[in-house]
């Protein structure tokens, strides 16, 4: 019998009282984060090559649509429908990024929508800091944990318990792969340029750091720095900059107003290059159903916009 969200569940509910040890950052949880940073020091050693950069830039981008379009609108929101595979491949590729597995992503945000930027949310800047909530947050005890009664949409699917457990595969691939890439294409086709080595520095290690900060800055500068549209509860901001690392998340203002759309930039000018290939994958029939901004939101957005400009026009 198929253990219930409750039974496989490790941890108390997220929304439980805080505790001194909730903010404890442990070294055990920094080391690994940590050794791929250090590992971004080794291009001292082996240089740059345009076939390394060009994988470090794909890598980048390609994790970055896996954590934007599925981590987060497809896992975390359910704003589209797709297929059993199609969600399995994409959640291994996502594991890929080093950011732990789909229903651990998605029980955090959950609980971090419920709370936006009010206790208990486990990363607001506004309650413990920036930097907390860019990295400190998921180097706790309690921030590493999975929630499964916060995500028993996807406890049901064996597969995804199995790639939650099993998170490090996806990293330990994506390594073995480069690293075999790198010295194939070093021996085979020496104008490249390119080793093993260079291989796992670059496609690895600076790609994935560079991922990893890409996609904390919606927690913490997403909530600091850009424009409010709307008037939410939270401290949710508009930042063109951020869309334009993250593939289109920067729109947070948005997104926390309306989090059920499978489109962050509501309107044709707001850069959103998720919204867009998911658009793509949905001619094809990979994904259905993509769920859009209703008339009333482009409504609220119009009122809004009008009272900011009464307002203008009756300051002193």
Not at 102 to 127: G, I, K, N, T
Not at 153 to 180: N, Q, T, V
Not at 285 to 298: I, M, S, T
Request: with cysteine; proline share 6%.
């Amino acid at each position: 019998m198929p253990p219930t969200a409750t039974t496989i569940s490790d941890t108390p509910p997220m929304s439980a009282p805080a505790t001194p040890d909730d903010q404890r950052i442990r070294l055990i949880n920094v080391l690994p984060i940590l050794s791929i940073h250090l590992v971004c020091l080794g291009v001292i050693f082996v240089g740059w090559s345009p076939l390394a950069l060009g994988v470090a830039v794909a890598l980048f981008f390609i994790r970055m649509f896996c954590i934007t379009a599925f981590y987060h609108r497809y896992f975390s929101h359910r704003t589209f429908r797709t297929h059993r595979i199609t969600q399995f491949v994409f959640a291994f590729v996502g594991v890929t990024a080093a950011q732990r597995g789909p229903a651990w992503w998605a029980a955090h945000h959950r609980h971090h929508h419920r709370h936006s930027d009010h206790e208990p949310d486990v990363h607001s800047p506004s309650l413990r800091g920036l930097i907390w909530s860019h990295t400190g947050w998921f180097l706790t005890d309690k921030g590493i944990q999975t929630d499964w009664a916060a995500v028993p949409d996807w406890a049901k699917y064996p597969e995804l318990r199995w790639i939650e457990k099993h998170h490090l595969i996806g990293p330990y691939f994506l390594i073995a792969a480069l690293s075999l890439f790198g010295y194939v294409a070093g021996h085979l086709w020496p104008a490249t340029h390119t080793s093993a080595w260079q291989m796992l520095v670059w496609g690895f290690g600076i790609s994935t750091t560079l991922l990893y900060h890409g996609t904390f800055t919606i927690n913490s500068l997403a909530h600091t720095v850009g424009s409010r549209r709307f008037q939410t509860t939270d401290d949710s901001r508009n930042n063109w900059f951020l869309a334009l690392v993250t593939l289109g998340e920067g729109w947070h203002n948005n997104h926390h107003y309306f989090p059920a759309s499978a489109r962050q930039g509501f309107y044709w000018w707001e850069f959103d290059p998720t919204y867009y290939v998911l658009r793509t994958m949905q001619a094809i029939g990979l994904v259905w159903d993509l769920r859009p901004v209703p008339a009333r939101v482009y409504a609220a957005a119009l009122r809004q916009s009008a009272s900011d400009a009464q307002t203008r026009d009756v300051a002193p």
